[in-house]
């Protein structure tokens, strides 16, 4: 059973996903911080570059290793991009117990306003492979909304 309960805090976005049922052996916090990147963008040709900061925080009991991600990235014309790759940043980390990931990464949208959502495909250290849903969250350029 995947639990995922979405909060808003000052920090950006989190989710926490229970992934082992109803054993809190296998639970991962993924906080997103979106920002909108002005001196990287160029409204006048539709191209507004957005930063997403992630933090994987592995709250369970074992650790898990991040082995591969998926992420929809849509734009305000309904422009879908799927962006599907083995790990993140180039690396496939390991997360103990109480530790944590951290990574940023960028987009580029066609329009000020746009959303992402995805999921992670991760492994546990004693092989059982789980995915951590990642609903849905905004990017949009201060001011758009």
């Given at each position: 059973?995947?639990?995922?309960?979405?909060?808003?805090?000052v920090?950006?976005i989190?989710?926490?996903?229970?992934?082992?049922g109803?054993?809190?052996?296998?639970r991962v916090?993924?906080k997103?911080l979106?920002?909108y990147?002005?001196?990287k963008?160029?409204?006048?040709?539709?191209q507004y570059?957005?930063?997403y900061?992630i933090?994987i925080?592995?709250?369970?009991s074992?650790?898990v290793q991040?082995?591969?991600?998926?992420w929809?990235?849509?734009?305000a014309?309904?422009?879908?991009?799927?962006?599907?790759?083995?790990?993140v940043?180039?690396?496939q980390p390991?997360?103990s117990p109480?530790?944590?990931?951290?990574?940023?990464?960028?987009?580029?949208?066609?329009t000020?306003?746009?959303?992402?959502?995805g999921?992670?495909h991760?492994?546990?250290?004693?092989?059982m492979?789980?995915?951590?849903?990642?609903?849905?969250?905004?990017l949009a350029?201060p001011?758009s909304?």
């Amino acid at each position: 059973m995947d639990v995922a309960i979405t909060k808003f805090t000052v920090v950006g976005i989190v989710f926490r996903s229970n992934l082992c049922g109803m054993s809190d052996a296998c639970r991962v916090e993924v906080k997103v911080l979106p920002e909108y990147l002005p001196e990287k963008s160029e409204p006048d040709m539709e191209q507004y570059l957005f930063a997403y900061h992630i933090t994987i925080t592995n709250v369970g009991s074992v650790a898990v290793q991040l082995i591969s991600r998926h992420w929809q990235i849509t734009d305000a014309n309904d422009q879908v991009e799927e962006v599907m790759g083995e790990g993140v940043v180039g690396k496939q980390p390991w997360i103990s117990p109480g530790d944590l990931f951290e990574y940023s990464s960028f987009c580029i949208l066609d329009t000020p306003v746009g959303t992402m959502q995805g999921s992670y495909h991760m492994a546990t250290e004693n092989g059982m492979t789980i995915e951590v849903d990642i609903p849905l969250f905004i990017l949009a350029v201060p001011g758009s909304l």
